[in-house]
């Protein structure tokens, strides 16, 4: 089932499909004959296994983590147990090899947790009462580490002669 929660909200559009579950070096793909989805090793969260109600029956899941779209969003692969537990085994080995090694401060976890939820670069500097220059090198450790990527550059500026002479002539104007 690919997307089965998107956000942590139950997906309407999802239902068990049968079909085929590839894993390669670089992505995992859910392949029916509806439907074609790729998942990168890199937007994977957590792989987990669960008991979930399958057809009125309770039957064990690989439980697969990942964001889309900015979303974290929940598949599940059901096949017999035993493979169950090799796919698993494969999974968390080939997540453990491409997971970034990095150890967080306090900071940079409550950094994390405040961009996960939508706050600005302006708010996180007053939140953890920090400088705009530590909050740049908090950011930068998090994208060197693969944690985070840059999406918008902010630039400063300040008015060359030229510009306060403009000022000065719009306030007199």
């Known amino acids: 089932m690919a997307s089965a929660t998107v956000g942590g909200v139950v997906s309407s559009a999802a239902q068990w499909e049968k079909g085929y579950f590839s894993i390669t070096d670089d992505g995992l793909w859910f392949l029916s004959s509806k439907n074609q989805q790729r998942i ?3 937007s994977l969260g957590s792989i987990n296994k669960d008991m979930r109600d399958v057809g009125g029956k309770q039957r064990m899941v690989l439980v697969l983590s990942h964001v889309e779209k900015s979303n974290v969003t929940t ?3 059901l096949c017999p147990e035993s493979t169950l537990e090799m796919i698993e085994n494969y999974l968390q080995r080939l997540f453990e090899k491409h997971k970034p090694a990095i150890n967080l401060s306090e900071n940079e976890k409550q950094i994390l947790t405040l961009i996960y939820s939508g706050v600005d670069f302006a708010s996180i500097e007053n939140i953890i009462g920090i400088s705009t220059d530590e909050l740049n090198n908090y950011y930068d450790r ?3 580490s693969r ?3 840059v999406v918008k550059i902010r630039k400063e ?3 060359t002669p ?3 002479s ?3 002539k719009i306030s007199k104007g």
């Open 75 to 77: 598949s599940l692969v």
């Open 142 to 144: 998090l994208v060197d």
């Open 147 to 149: 944690l985070a990527k």
């Open 162 to 164: 030229w510009g306060v």
């Open 157 to 159: 500026i300040e008015l």
């Open 166 to 168: 403009m000022v000065d």
């Open 40 to 42: 990168p090793i890199e």
